[in-house]
């Protein structure tokens, strides 16, 4: 039996992280979540976790009222997700929040000590110096649940990156908008880029897809977990996302990982690795399949992914700001406030507000969100 806990535990990668965990038999210890008192109640009293936090201290409260009757510990706000993040039995944290809230979550997994399974790929992006520092500096091992980080390290066999590595090609699905001109794009509403054709996911990494500022975190989210320069990571379209990604050697071979498109498969790998066991998924069948396509990316059209490129190219706080512009447009064009064509340019006017730093701290990102936040939203105010 394994001890794991799971943080963000309501969303869509954290209800699969809990169906994973029961179908392995696994022990959790700890659950979070933001506000939704009340899918976390149902969670605990199915899983019987020794902790559980909300971000939000009224809805705790009213959770911790519900749950009077169990021994359950109920904790609030961020040190309450940080303190599940530590909780002592487990071994292994999967880190499933959204946004780069989940930064100082990730630093208390790895200060803790334990593994950590990371779908918040923000927190890498916003702070990728400070996790993989403080990661090595505890001998952590950053498990990628992201399906495509996850078929890289499935490709290297966990072994890691070497001169021989001539490239990692990170495939996208291209979302609800691949193939469209920005004369198409330009009164496209959140409903239509909330419609993935593959994947069901959260509301945020949707639009992130329609944009493709997903596959930019990606890019960057690669850069640190395998050491590589940003040049040594390629973007393919691939419509039918069976090839979650790929890696080139120096003598041209290429390696993939294939599968069909369920977060359960990386979800169970990083939880279980080294090993491998049966899961609830589908087994792939190429023959209906039948065709697999790719294609360059537009960058042109889908701006996003040249920014987070340049941004990781510059270093320092340079990925934090247009992380936290990001968040910032992608709620406000999911409110109606901003149109689908505005997107990569109020988060280059957001993130341009942004101090630059080499060498940072938490505060400093702290101050970076604040501050690109604030310019997103007079920006959009001002409707410049
Ligand atoms: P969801 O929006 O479905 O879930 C987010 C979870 O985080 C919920 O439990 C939510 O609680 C909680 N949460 C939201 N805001 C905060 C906050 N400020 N502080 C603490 N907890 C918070 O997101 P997804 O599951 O889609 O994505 C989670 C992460 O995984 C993201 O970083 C995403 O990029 C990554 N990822 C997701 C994939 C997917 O298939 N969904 C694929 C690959 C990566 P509540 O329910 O109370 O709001
Ligand atoms: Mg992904």
Redesign the pocket.
Known sequence: MKNIAI????????TQSVDVALKRGYKVTAL?????AK??EEQARLLKPYKVA??DEKQASCLKTALKDTDIKVLSGEDG?CECAAEEHAETVIN????M??LKPTLAVINSGKNLAL????SLVAGGKLVTDAANKNGVTILP???EHSAIFQCLQGKPTNKALKKIILTASGGPFFGKTAEQLKDVTAADALKHPN???????TI?SATMF?KG?ELIEAVWLFGVSPDDVDILVHRESIVHSLIEYSDNSVIAQLGVPD?RIPIQYALTYPERYPSPVKELDLAEAATLTFYKPDCDTFKCINICRDAINKGGLAPAAVNSANEEVNRLFREGKVKFNDIPNLILKGASAAKSKNTYTVEDIDETDKTVREAVISAVNRKD
């Open positions: 943080l963000g535990s309501t969303g869509s990668i954290g979070t979540a933001y506000s939704n899918l976390l909300l971000l997700i499933s929040i959204v946004g809230a989940g779908a918040n790929k923000e649940v992201d399906s994947w069901s996911m959260g509301a945020k990494i992130d997903n975190l977060m």
